[in-house]
């Protein structure tokens, strides 16, 4: 099938003797790994119309600078990359690119338009007019190699039930330590603005997840897209600066002052003129009255607020939350839930793992249960609805006479159970409907009704039903 449009990168560093020889470079289209490309070759890659960024990766740390460029439908669009020129006094000058590329890794090679070969296509152009950029005779067909597809970035449900680009898409995700698995085979989309939480037993692989989606730590296999960046060695920098990671434990520096240790690490994340950036912060997490006290001298559950500020400081797309509200009293974990509230109508990602699953059940879009692999992810109505029955509790004066024969007759009860000697449970398929008729039944059999209503599972029951018969959940 033809692309709407075609990008061509070709590699042209000098060498003479086999077009192969030497390190093969990556070529990246958005981010992502499109292909390979070696001395003297050229690729052709097919791309969707519209805006695109290219870049190209030698080895793990020496990159080209992302050239962005928009490419308009049945248009070719050539570029050239090629290691960079040297000033005469090779050495002297090899020396110092070696030592600046400590700390700049795009001083290497280039990526520039080639301007030399026509670059449109005409209208209705066949597959034979991506490569009509150079004659036929130039180009080996050894050295062309033309890439069906690039990988788009994973698509997840919005909160309106439209589909949109994932704020994260994690793909068969996998981490070991040695023996250990720490996950395996982790899948799943969390959509921008939404309350993802995440939950499972301790040593259910959480904290690891967070480490490795956050850059901490690398995976073993699998893939993910994190803030639409796709998760790799060379895009740690950038996955970073569009997040915000708050672990259990704040790590503030306790000699210094609440606006000391937010200066500090607002130095970190290359932010200019923070103040401003700084009171807003404390202002969210109720913090101004306290800008000047040491750290050292705050309660826990003030850190944790601490922690929650610096988190806010770069403004990220994704936050990653690891028990925000552990050690907090009632009043402070309210005020907590209100700024993740506040955060996800600003189009924030709130990635969340707790042990609190009322928390979870209240502040959470959808959740996932994680032990080690992931059990099941959904909203809790969704949850619930899946793993129990529809059921009525109903409670009476006295104990039903031939309870049997009355509940079995009633249209939509498909099963009841005794709860103690005057109430009873029954599975039905509508609620709504068999409240009424059950009702009606009892009346006609002379029963005193005290109570009907629909049974509520929470969070919790559907959490103890998925890990019950868990041997993970329960290993020491």
Same mark, same amino acid.
């Given at each position: 099938?033809?692309?709407? *449009?075609?990008?061509?990168?070709?590699?042209?560093?000098?060498?003479?003797?086999?077009?192969?020889?030497?390190?093969?470079?990556?070529?990246?289209?958005?981010?992502?790994? *499109?292909?390979?490309?070696?001395?003297?070759?050229?690729?052709?890659?097919?791309?969707?119309?519209?805006?695109?960024?290219?870049?190209?990766?030698?080895?793990?740390?020496?990159?080209?600078?992302?050239?962005?460029?928009?490419?308009?439908?049945?248009?070719?669009?050539?570029?050239?990359?090629?290691?960079? *020129? !040297?000033?005469?006094?090779?050495?002297?000058?090899?020396?110092?690119?070696?030592?600046?590329?400590?700390?700049?890794?795009?001083?290497?090679?280039?990526?520039?338009?080639?301007?030399?070969?026509?670059?449109?296509?005409?209208?209705?152009?066949?597959?034979?007019?991506?490569?009509?950029?150079?004659?036929?005779?130039?180009?080996?067909?050894?050295?062309?190699?033309?890439?069906?597809?690039?990988?788009? $970035?994973?698509?997840?449900?919005?909160?309106?039930?439209?589909?949109?680009?994932?704020?994260? *898409?994690?793909?068969?995700?996998?981490?070991?330590?040695?023996?250990?698995?720490?996950?395996?085979?982790?899948?799943?989309?969390?959509?921008?603005?939404?309350?993802?939480?995440?939950?499972?037993?301790?040593?259910?692989?959480?904290?690891?997840?967070?480490?490795?989606?956050?850059?901490?730590?690398?995976?073993?296999?699998?893939?993910?897209?994190?803030?639409?960046?796709?998760?790799?060695? /060379?895009?740690?920098?950038?996955?970073?600066? !569009?997040?915000?990671?708050?672990?259990?434990?704040?790590?503030?520096?306790?000699?210094?002052?609440?606006?000391?240790?937010?200066?500090?690490?607002?130095?970190?994340?290359?932010?200019?003129?923070?103040?401003?950036?700084?009171?807003?912060?404390?202002?969210?997490?109720?913090?101004?009255?306290?800008?000047?006290?040491?750290?050292?001298?705050?309660?826990?559950?003030?850190?944790?607020?601490?922690?929650?500020?610096?988190?806010?400081?770069?403004?990220?797309?994704?936050?990653?939350?690891? %028990?925000?509200?552990?050690?907090?009293?009632?009043?402070?974990?309210?005020?907590?839930?209100?700024?993740? $509230?506040?955060?996800?109508?600003?189009?924030?990602?709130?990635?969340?793992?707790?042990?609190?699953?009322?928390?979870?059940?209240?502040?959470?879009?959808?959740?996932?249960?994680?032990?080690?692999?992931?059990?099941?992810?959904?909203?809790?109505?969704?949850?619930?609805?899946?793993?129990?029955?529809?059921?009525?509790?109903?409670?009476?004066?006295?104990?039903?006479?031939?309870?049997?024969?009355?509940?079995?007759?009633?249209?939509?009860? %498909?099963?009841?159970?005794? /709860?103690?000697?005057?109430?009873?449970?029954?599975?039905?398929? /509508?609620?709504?409907?068999?409240?009424?008729?059950?009702?009606?039944?009892?009346?006609?059999?002379?029963?005193?009704?005290?109570? $009907?209503?629909?049974?509520?599972?929470?969070?919790?029951?559907?959490?103890?039903?998925?890990?019950?018969?868990?041997?993970?959940?329960?290993?020491?």
């Amino acid at each position: 099938m033809t692309a709407a *449009a075609t990008m061509s990168i070709s590699r042209q560093d000098g060498w003479s003797g086999n077009s192969h020889s030497g390190r093969a470079w990556q070529v990246l289209i958005d981010g992502s790994v *499109a292909t390979s490309i070696s001395n003297n070759e050229t690729v052709d890659l097919p791309v969707a119309a519209g805006h695109h960024a290219a870049q190209v990766t030698s080895m793990r740390f020496l990159r080209s600078p992302k050239v962005s460029l928009e490419v308009a439908e049945g248009q070719v669009i050539r570029l050239s990359c090629r290691k960079r *020129a !040297r000033h005469p006094f090779i050495v002297q000058r090899s020396i110092i690119y070696l030592l600046a590329s400590l700390f700049k890794h795009d001083l290497w090679i280039s990526l520039t338009p080639d301007d030399t070969v026509e670059t449109d296509l005409e209208a209705g152009g066949d597959d034979s007019g991506l490569r009509a950029g150079a004659p036929a005779a130039s180009r080996s067909p050894a050295s062309i190699r033309t890439i069906t597809s690039v990988r788009e $970035i994973t698509s997840a449900p919005t909160l309106d039930g439209k589909r949109g680009a994932a704020a994260l *898409a994690v793909h068969q995700l996998t981490k070991r330590f040695g023996q250990r698995t720490a996950f395996s085979e982790v899948s799943f989309e969390v959509a921008y603005g939404e309350v993802f939480g995440f939950l499972g037993p301790n040593g259910a692989g959480k904290t690891t997840t967070v480490r490795t989606l956050g850059t901490l730590i690398a995976p073993t296999s699998g893939s993910a897209t994190v803030a639409g960046i796709p998760l790799s060695p /060379e895009n740690e920098v950038e996955i970073r600066q !569009r997040i915000a990671i708050m672990p259990e434990a704040p790590g503030l520096y306790l000699r210094l002052t609440v606006t000391e240790n937010l200066e500090y690490f607002a130095g970190l994340y290359g932010l200019h003129n923070p103040g401003p950036r700084i009171e807003k912060a404390l202002e969210a997490v109720s913090l101004a009255n306290r800008a000047g006290d040491l750290c050292g001298g705050l309660s826990k559950g003030l850190r944790q607020r601490v922690g929650l500020a610096r988190t806010l400081l770069s403004d990220p797309a994704v936050m990653f939350l690891d %028990e925000p509200t552990s050690g907090l009293d009632p009043v402070a974990a309210l005020e907590v839930h209100d700024l993740i $509230i506040g955060l996800r109508q600003q189009g924030v990602t709130i990635f969340l793992t707790t042990h609190r699953l009322d928390e979870a059940e209240k502040l959470c879009d959808r959740v996932a249960i994680m032990n080690t692999t992931l059990r099941t992810v959904g909203t809790p109505a969704g949850l619930r609805e899946q793993l129990f029955k529809k059921s009525l509790i109903l409670t009476t004066v006295e104990p039903v006479k031939g309870p049997e024969q009355l509940f079995t007759s009633v249209k939509g009860v %498909e099963s009841w159970r005794a /709860e103690g000697l005057d109430s009873y449970v029954l599975s039905v398929s /509508e609620p709504r409907v068999a409240a009424p008729e059950v009702v009606r039944a009892l009346v006609n059999a002379g029963a005193d009704v005290l109570s $009907i209503g629909e049974t509520q599972h929470s969070l919790e029951d559907v959490y103890l039903e998925l890990i019950a018969d868990d041997v993970e959940a329960h290993k020491p």
